[in-house]
């Protein structure tokens, strides 16, 4: 079975809503730009709280935000 990764459309999703910045995004969940840097590069998966956090400022489901994507490629 292949690693699984979780994908993310953090960085569309923000250009969509007023292109705003990392450090908005970063701002209204409470963590660092380095925090939301990372997630966007998809080095970095954020705890299942973060990840509502962030999927409730875009007003959009977690499922549009977050996504597993197959590591077998």
């Known amino acids: ?3 699984s990764l979780i994908g993310n ?3 569309k999703l ?6 705003m910045t990392q450090q908005q995004l970063a701002d209204k969940v ?3 730009r380095q925090t939301i840097v990372t997630i966007e590069k998809g080095n970095y998966s954020p705890s299942l709280e ?3 956090r962030i999927a409730r400022v875009f ?3 977690l ?4 996504f597993m ?5």
């Open 1 to 3: 079975m292949g690693k």
């Open 9 to 11: 459309n953090v960085r």
């Open 14 to 19: 923000r250009f969509n809503h007023d292109e």
């Open 30 to 32: 409470g963590v660092t």
């Open 50 to 52: 973060l990840a509502f």
């Open 59 to 61: 007003n959009s489901p």
């Open 63 to 66: 499922e549009e935000v977050f």
């Open 69 to 73: 994507e197959d590591g077998n490629s």
